[in-house]
């Protein structure tokens, strides 16, 4: 390692930066107290607390990490700040195995673990704190497999191994891993290519990189679905993504096409003509209008949505108002009330009793998509491209405030984290004021360099020293395949913000890692024009 030094201290620079700030109390039912309550449970050896409308719309996984955490007595903030600088260490080593340069790999986990974006996740109880590296470590996993895939020895397996731990951890953590489908899928191809010569001897490794996660993230969502069906009878990693839910609320979004717009995934119309079609959904009418009128503020308040439920809060409306109702009496009569609901409009639909459109995504948070969406979606896209490299307003927002939460959750956020966060303020400092404020112009400008970079060593048409910089990498996919994990987040995050609610930039975080790597790569190795192609190409190093 002879360079290593160089990640080492930007790591032990970004940990010392962090070290004095604290966890931030939020009182958010539905996340952060949810997450919070598990681990309460958890501890007490009563899996996730008995059963309500909230006991399984979590996965349990980031749970079951603060119950751990808060065994060891560690202060929380640490623990999280600290794992993500681990993941840009692996990172590292990932590059480095995918044969990348010692000084290039150093300085991709260098930006990686200085980035303000890496401290301040680590200062909440929520599930980004742990997302990006867990993400992050399963892309490095990939690229230290397409550097040892047709190489003796086990480290191949040892990357395998880290590849399966991570993405499974990460997958359920929290519903949305769909986004990686796409960059998971361009690698088992590029890597395909790439031993397509000596395919008889790797071909066994090459199933193995697809056989090994799918079986380990599979296997970890029976083993949660089993303790849920055995606590409370329904066999789901978290109650969303249960079937009889999700075709009950898929359904909700189908009717009355012609009341379809952005932002509402069920119009009012719509729950009225439920009502009518669906005995099972009518029992909620007599609770509707004050359920309608709780939720409908959220909306109101962040996005403007004032006339109509909005995004998730629809889900949440609809949840609470079947909880009113008695429907939560455990998760087996849930299940099989909203089965009965999914039932009565699909045969509603089929018969023509009531007109409804198809939802092809099948998400619940956003009504159908049409073509038609597809330009306001790219939009978005773009948008918030723009939003990644800037942070959009976050600088100006960025400041010290005190949080108001009761002494109660303060003693509960205190046991669990050991984090002191009875103090109720975030105390930033000033070194990641000073992050903050610099990073959008360091980003705008390694995203111009790195722009320039790629044109340049792509298409060899000018005479600049360094435009063979491109063609030397050992594997020339590298950058596109990060690309494609780049454009994957951004599309959905263009989808969300279009279509469901307004997107927020801690939606961006596994992202700005991809962007450092990006960065770093893009960047060719500046050589004489008088150095031969040839040479370059037989070097079995990238620059």
């Known amino acids: 390692m002879k360079t290593g030094w160089l990640i080492l201290i930007a790591a032990g620079f970004s940990l010392a930066v962090g070290w004095t700030g604290c966890i931030v109390p939020l009182n958010g039912v539905h996340d952060s107290l949810r997450y919070l309550g598990m681990a309460e449970t958890l501890l007490k050896g009563e899996w996730l607390g008995a059963y309500n409308e909230l006991t399984l719309i979590r996965s349990p996984v980031y749970s079951v990490f603060l119950a751990a955490n808060s065994l060891t007595g560690w202060p929380l903030h640490r623990i999280q700040h600290g794992i993500y600088l681990i993941s840009c260490i692996v990172l590292t080593l990932g590059l480095r195995h995918a044969g990348i340069r010692d000084w290039r790999a150093d ?91 000596n395919w008889r001897n790797v071909r066994f490794r090459l199933m193995a990189v697809i056989l090994l996660p799918v079986l380990a993230v599979q296997g970890t969502g029976h083993i949660i679905a089993h303790q849920n069906l055995k606590h409370y009878g329904v066999a789901v990693v978290h109650e969303l993504d249960e079937p009889g839910f999700r075709q009950a609320f898929a359904g909700l979004t189908r009717l009355d096409p012609e009341s379809r717009r952005p932002h509402v995934p069920v119009s009012d119309r719509a729950f009225e003509e439920a009502f009518r079609i669906s005995p099972h959904f009518a029992r909620l009418q007599p609770e509707w209008a004050n359920i309608r009128h709780n939720w409908i503020q959220f909306g109101c308040s962040y996005m403007g949505e004032c006339a109509a439920l909005a995004g998730g809060w629809t889900v949440w409306a609809v949840r609470d108002a079947a909880a009113r109702v008695g429907v939560f009496v455990n998760g087996s009569h849930a299940a099989e009330f909203f089965r009965a609901v999914s039932h009565e409009i699909e045969m509603a639909c089929q018969n023509g009793q009531s007109p409804c459109s198809r939802n092809v995504t099948g998400n619940l948070l956003a009504p159908p998509t049409t073509f038609g969406d597809i330009p306001n979606i790219s939009l978005s896209m773009c948008r918030w491209m723009w939003e990644a490299l800037s942070l959009g307003d976050f600088p100006e927002k960025f400041q010290n405030h005190g949080i108001d939460v009761d002494q109660l959750i303060l003693k509960r956020y205190g046991e669990i984290t050991h984090d002191n966060p009875e103090r109720g303020e975030i105390v930033w400092g000033q070194p990641i004021h000073r992050m903050v404020h610099m990073t959008p112009f360091i980003q705008i400008g390694l995203g111009v360099l790195a722009s320039l970079m790629l044109i340049i060593s792509t298409t060899n048409r000018m005479g600049l020293p360094g435009h063979h910089g491109f063609a030397r990498l050992k594997h020339p996919w590298i950058l596109a395949w990060i690309l494609v994990a780049i454009l994957s987040r951004m599309a959905l995050i263009g989808y969300i913000d279009a279509m469901s609610f307004q997107a927020q930039l801690r939606y961006i975080l596994p992202v700005y890692p991809l962007l450092m790597v990006l960065f770093c790569l893009s960047w060719p190795a500046w050589k004489t024009r008088s150095t031969p192609v040839t040479t370059i190409r037989q070097k079995t190093v990238l620059p």
């Open 107 to 197: 300085c991709t986990g260098a930006l990686c673990a200085i980035h303000p974006f890496a401290m301040i996740p680590a200062w909440y109880v929520a599930t980004d704190a742990l997302y990006t590296p867990l993400t992050l470590m399963a892309v490095a996993a990939c690229l230290g497999i397409s550097g040892n895939i047709d190489r003796p020895g086990k480290t191949f397996w040892a990357w395998t191994g880290v590849l399966s731990v991570f993405l499974t951890l990460a997958w359920h953590m929290r519903p949305e891993g769909v986004w990686m489908l796409p960059f998971l899928g361009a690698g088992i191809l590029g890597l395909a290519w790439h031993v397509r010569q």
